[in-house]
C-alpha cells in the first residue's frame, strides 16, 4: 500500500463524517451496540490508537472513549497526524480499521460504497486475511458472514469482519 492509498482512506472516512447531521447520531450502525455517534467517536479514538502504534507506542486499546463534540475537526486532527506518522510498511491494519469503519459509517447513513477507492478495502482486506485468525476476533469480530453475490471490495472485507452484508 502506498501512502497515497492511506490519504485515500482517510479523505473517504472524512468525508463521511462531515455528512453526519445531529439527526443521524442516534441511527443504529452494522455494529450492534453502536449508533453512529458511538461509531464515530470509535473512529476517532483507533485512529489516534492506530498514529501511536505506528510511532512505536504501546496502546492502551481498552482506554475509555471520549466524545468529541466536533468530530468533524477531531477527525481531520487525527487523520493528519496518522497520515504524518505512518511508514509505507505500517499501513496494513490502519486500511483495514479505516475501510471496515468506512463500510459500516456508510451503510448506517445509507450511502453505497460502490464509487469508493477499492485499493483501500483490498488492502485491509489481504491484512486482515493474514492476521486476523479466531483467536484475534473474540471482542472485536464477530465470525466471518457469507458476501453477496456481486458484492464490491468493502462489502467483502465487511463479511469477512463479520459484518452481515446486503446488496440491493
Known sequence: ???????????????????????????????SEWVVR???DHVLHTTGGLTQMVQGAEVDWSAPVVHHDDSLAEFRRR???????AADDQ???????LAVHTWDL?????????DLDPAVAEIGHAF??????????????????PAPEGANAYERLAAFAGRTVARD
Open 128 to 145: 486482515m486475511l493474514e492476521n486476523l485468525g479466531p483467536e484475534q476476533r473474540v471482542g472485536a469480530f464477530e465470525p466471518e458472514q
Open 38 to 40: 458511538d461509531l464515530v
Open 79 to 85: 487523520g493528519a497526524d496518522l497520515l504524518a506518522a
Open 106 to 114: 456508510a451503510t448506517a447513513l445509507g450511502q453505497a460504497t460502490d
Open 1 to 31: 500500500m502506498t501512502s497515497a492509498t492511506l490519504t485515500t482512506a482517510v479523505f473517504q472516512l472524512e468525508s463521511l463524517i462531515s455528512s453526519v447531521s445531529t439527526d443521524d447520531e442516534d441511527t443504529p450502525t452494522p455494529c
Open 91 to 97: 499501513l496494513g491494519l490502519p486500511a483495514a480499521e
